[in-house]
């Protein structure tokens, strides 16, 4: 139906879009009800409607990465190469008391700037305060593992030490304020830990490093799914990428474990399929992909006749597939 001339037609709102300020748009659903075009519920409904979709608009404008973002991130960089520099370059001129400070003040700092983007309010700020805390993460750990080092500690009880410590850290700022980040810091303390209990044989164990970060990143990928450990993304992911390097990791130097790489790939191709998860798929995948190329370059004696095998399996699995595909036999069935 064609609107009468000189009144107005509620669907014009469409065509002015929705960059229009509320005050316009009020001045316009007023301009209706006294033309008798809408009645006041319709102009209630459709003020409601504007209104969520200027929320909307302005959220995603301040989520938008910005110029005090990156700068915030300049000023975290500046401050790592800093700490970096002076720890690579005056070292042996420091005195134990003055190597712990060159790490702790700035991790101290650190927590504080974080503390301070993120009281503003403002989301790129916000996400510049969590990269200051994940910078907090690492630069404690290793005031830590210096604090061992003065006081003459085992190498191996150094790298525990400041493994934990990096770990405690991240956990207190995650549960503080969950955050990609922090769930990163969480993953990296737990593989520092992890490769600190495989120092602590005689000669460096694979074995006891691979499979104790297994276990943690499966403890991750549990919390994950039970929705524990939030932001719930980044979580599966860090924890997919701990079993997968973990599996890996323990059967790298010792064939008993060997298997445990596709293994741990298959578990996580079926936890993908269940959960319906991309990303579990994705380092299952990999994993396949990594394990039989280590498994070959070290057992096959002839590696072009196993390199040839593998391409026609491969590409057999690809042609059924395909094949499934097009015929879908189970949609068959259920009809």
């Given at each position: 139906?064609?609107?009468?001339k000189g009144r107005y037609?509620?669907?014009?709102?469409?065509?002015?879009?929705?960059?229009?300020?509320?005050?316009?748009?009020?001045?316009?659903?007023?301009?209706?009800?006294?033309?008798?075009?809408?009645?006041?519920?319709?102009?209630?409904?459709?003020?409601?409607?504007?209104?969520?979709?200027?929320?909307?608009?302005?959220?995603?404008?301040?989520?938008?990465?910005?110029?005090?973002?990156?700068?915030?991130y300049l000023g975290i960089?500046?401050?790592?190469?800093?700490?970096?520099?002076?720890?690579?370059?005056?070292?042996?001129?420091?005195?134990?008391?003055?190597?712990?400070?060159?790490?702790?003040?700035?991790?101290?700092?650190?927590?504080?700037?974080?503390?301070?983007?993120?009281?503003?309010?403002?989301?790129?700020?916000?996400?510049?305060?969590?990269?200051?805390?994940?910078?907090?993460?690492?630069?404690?750990?290793?005031?830590?593992?210096?604090?061992?080092?003065?006081?003459?500690?085992?190498?191996?009880?150094?790298?525990?030490?400041?493994?934990?410590?990096?770990?405690?850290?991240?956990?207190?700022?995650?549960?503080?304020?969950?955050?990609?980040?922090?769930?990163?810091?969480?993953?990296?303390?737990?593989?520092?830990?992890?490769?600190?209990?495989?120092?602590?044989?005689?000669?460096?164990?694979?074995?006891?490093?691979?499979?104790?970060?297994?276990?943690?990143?499966?403890?991750?990928?549990?919390?994950?799914?039970?929705?524990?450990?939030?932001?719930?993304?980044?979580?599966?992911?860090?924890?997919?990428?701990?079993?997968?390097?973990?599996?890996?990791?323990?059967?790298?130097?010792?064939?008993a474990y060997e298997p445990?790489?596709?293994?741990?790939?298959?578990?996580?191709?079926?936890?993908?399929?269940?959960?319906?998860?991309?990303?579990?798929?994705?380092?299952?995948?990999?994993?396949?992909?990594?394990?039989?190329?280590?498994?070959?370059?070290?057992?096959?004696?002839?590696?072009?006749?196993?390199?040839?095998?593998?391409?026609?399996?491969?590409?057999?699995?690809?042609?059924?597939?395909?094949?499934?595909?097009?015929?879908?036999?189970?949609?068959?069935?259920?009809?």
């Amino acid at each position: 139906m064609v609107p009468e001339k000189g009144r107005y037609c509620p669907c014009r709102i469409f065509q002015l879009g929705y960059a229009l300020p509320m005050s316009s748009i009020d001045d316009l659903v007023s301009r209706w009800i006294t033309a008798s075009v809408i009645d006041e519920q319709v102009a209630m409904r459709i003020r409601a409607f504007e209104s969520v979709e200027a929320e909307r608009n302005r959220n995603v404008h301040d989520n938008r990465p910005g110029l005090l973002e990156a700068i915030a991130y300049l000023g975290i960089a500046v401050v790592a190469v800093g700490v970096l520099i002076m720890v690579t370059v005056s070292w042996e001129d420091l005195r134990d008391w003055a190597r712990v400070l060159v790490t702790a003040v700035p991790g101290v700092l650190a927590l504080v700037l974080g503390q301070a983007l993120r009281q503003t309010g403002r989301p790129g700020l916000v996400r510049g305060g969590h990269m200051a805390w994940l910078a907090a993460v690492a630069l404690l750990g290793g005031s830590v593992a210096i604090t061992g080092s003065n006081a003459d500690w085992n190498e191996e009880d150094i790298a525990l030490a400041g493994g934990l410590a990096a770990a405690f850290v991240a956990i207190v700022l995650w549960v503080f304020a969950a955050s990609h980040p922090q769930v990163v810091a969480i993953g990296a303390s737990m593989f520092a830990v992890a490769m600190a209990l495989g120092a602590r044989s005689d000669d460096f164990s694979n074995a006891v490093a691979g499979l104790s970060l297994v276990v943690l990143a499966t403890a991750g990928v549990v919390l994950a799914e039970r929705r524990a450990l939030v932001p719930t993304l980044t979580a599966r992911g860090v924890s997919a990428f701990g079993v997968g390097v973990g599996a890996f990791f323990a059967g790298f130097e010792s064939g008993a474990y060997e298997p445990l790489a596709f293994v741990a790939a298959a578990a996580l191709v079926a936890l993908s399929i269940r959960r319906s998860v991309l990303v579990y798929m994705l380092v299952g995948v990999a994993l396949v992909f990594v394990g039989l190329v280590s498994s070959i370059t070290r057992h096959a004696d002839d590696p072009t006749t196993a390199a040839a095998g593998l391409i026609v399996v491969g590409t057999l699995l690809v042609g059924a597939v395909l094949v499934l595909a097009r015929w879908q036999p189970w949609e068959r069935r259920t009809t």
